[in-house]
């Protein structure tokens, strides 16, 4: 399923209230985690050490919950695409949480819904929950309420 095109910031308003989604599946491999400690610096062994993550009540790493939530931008644009803008910016977020962990090896993908378009000098700016599952069915890996600009 590709995204929900819209167009321009009036398309944008008339789809509040619309869900995306789903997004295809993403494998978070242990070398994209090792990747992501590298460019944070958080190299805390429930991540990183697959040998004592063993004995950790997972049973083996996990990613970071700040690698799930940097994965809800990436799943965005899959989710919906603004036509005839100058400009989309990540404004921010209202809320984030972690309910579940993610599992080395495990498959996740995006859901989201417009949950608010409210105008801005020069565009709209939309309030999008964006929710991370993994492929167990169990809670969400990640849910947040995303602000995304776009600028006409």
């Given at each position: 399923?590709?995204?929900?095109?819209?167009?321009?910031?009036?398309?944008?308003?008339?789809a509040t209230?619309?869900?995306?989604?789903?997004?295809?599946?993403l494998r978070i491999d242990q070398q994209r985690?090792?990747?992501?400690?590298?460019?944070?610096?958080?190299?805390?062994?429930i991540h990183v050490d697959p040998e004592r993550a063993r004995d950790s009540p997972f049973g083996c790493t996990?990613?970071?919950?700040y690698l799930t939530l940097s994965l809800c931008n990436y799943f965005l644009p899959q989710l919906l695409a603004v036509e005839g803008v100058r400009l989309g910016v990540n404004y921010g977020a209202n809320?984030?949480?972690?309910?579940?962990?993610?599992p080395?090896?495990?498959q996740i993908r995006g859901r989201g819904e417009i949950?608010?378009?409210?105008?801005?000098?020069?565009?709209?700016?939309?309030?999008?929950?964006?929710?991370?599952?993994?492929a167990d069915g169990g809670k969400p890996?990640?849910?947040?309420?995303?602000?995304?600009?776009?600028?006409?």
């Amino acid at each position: 399923m590709g995204p929900l095109v819209v167009k321009g910031i009036d398309g944008l308003r008339t789809a509040t209230g619309a869900v995306l989604g789903p997004t295809e599946w993403l494998r978070i491999d242990q070398q994209r985690i090792d990747m992501f400690a590298d460019v944070t610096g958080d190299h805390q062994w429930i991540h990183v050490d697959p040998e004592r993550a063993r004995d950790s009540p997972f049973g083996c790493t996990v990613a970071h919950g700040y690698l799930t939530l940097s994965l809800c931008n990436y799943f965005l644009p899959q989710l919906l695409a603004v036509e005839g803008v100058r400009l989309g910016v990540n404004y921010g977020a209202n809320r984030v949480r972690f309910p579940a962990p993610v599992p080395v090896d495990s498959q996740i993908r995006g859901r989201g819904e417009i949950l608010a378009c409210d105008d801005i000098p020069g565009g709209v700016q939309a309030t999008i929950l964006i929710t991370a599952e993994t492929a167990d069915g169990g809670k969400p890996a990640c849910v947040v309420e995303t602000l995304n600009r776009w600028l006409t």
